[in-house]
Each structure stands twice: as C-alpha cells, then as structure tokens.
Nanobody, 125 residues
Framework: QVQLVESGGGLVQAGGSLRLSCAAS????????MGWFRQANGKEREFVAA????????IYADSVKGRFTISRENAKNTVYLQMLSLKAEDTAVYYC??????????????????WGQGTQVTVSS
C-alpha cells in the first residue's frame, strides 16, 4: 500500500511557473513507477508525465513537452513536476499516481494502482 499526498498547487499568471510535489509513504517508493495526471472541469483525467522507478526514463504528453519536467528523489520518497511557461489551458486538478512496476512507463489512468487526492493549479490569462 502506498499513500500519496500532492502539494505545490496554486494560482499563477500565464507564463509563470510552479513545482508540484508528491510525497509517498508506505511500501518501498523506489519500486514504483510514478505518473502525473490532470483533470480539468468537465473533462476526463488525462496523462501529463511519467517516470520509471529508477528515474532513467520519462515521457510527456505532447501538450506539456518542453515546458514540464518530471523527476524523483527516491531517498525522499518524492516525485516532482516542474511546470514552466504555464498556460490557461493547464488549469486543472493535478494528481500523482503510483504503479508497482519494473522498467515500463505507464501512461493510462487504468494502469495505476494508487492515487493522491490532487492539488489545484489555476493559471490566469
């Protein structure tokens, strides 16, 4: 069992930046592949970024590529999402998710086993 708690969301102007954190507790964090997803009002939850348990591979949605960076510190049981050049369309609740995994990266909602409660990111234009 893994418990996930996101933080770092807030209100920011377009062009600004935020760094989200996801702190994990429970079973061995380094055994889990991690992902970030987001859900805007009235829309389905969508993939944002993912990272392998070792942190050696990452993948991004096209909409955030070049602006967002996912990283992890296994010693701190934490995964991060650095968001730069934010746009109004990035407004959403951001969720981190964990999947007990090997070397594969997962990009679908139904592939993840554990979810945090989310943190709101609002980008004003």
């Amino acid at each position: 069992q893994v418990q996930l708690v996101e933080s770092g969301g807030g209100l920011v102007q377009a062009g600004g930046s935020l760094r989200l954190s996801c702190a994990a507790s429970g079973r061995t964090f380094s055994s889990y592949a991690m992902g970030w997803f987001r859900q805007a009002n009235g829309k389905e939850r969508e993939f944002v970024a993912a990272i392998t348990w070792r942190g050696d591979r990452t993948i991004y949605a096209d909409s955030v590529k070049g602006r967002f960076t996912i990283s992890r510190e296994n010693a701190k049981n934490t995964v991060y999402l650095q968001m730069l050049s934010l746009k109004a369309e990035d407004t959403a609740v951001y969720y981190c998710a964990a999947k007990l995994a090997g070397v594969v990266i997962y990009t679908r909602v139904d592939q993840y086993d554990y979810w945090g409660q989310g943190t709101q990111v609002t980008v004003s234009s």
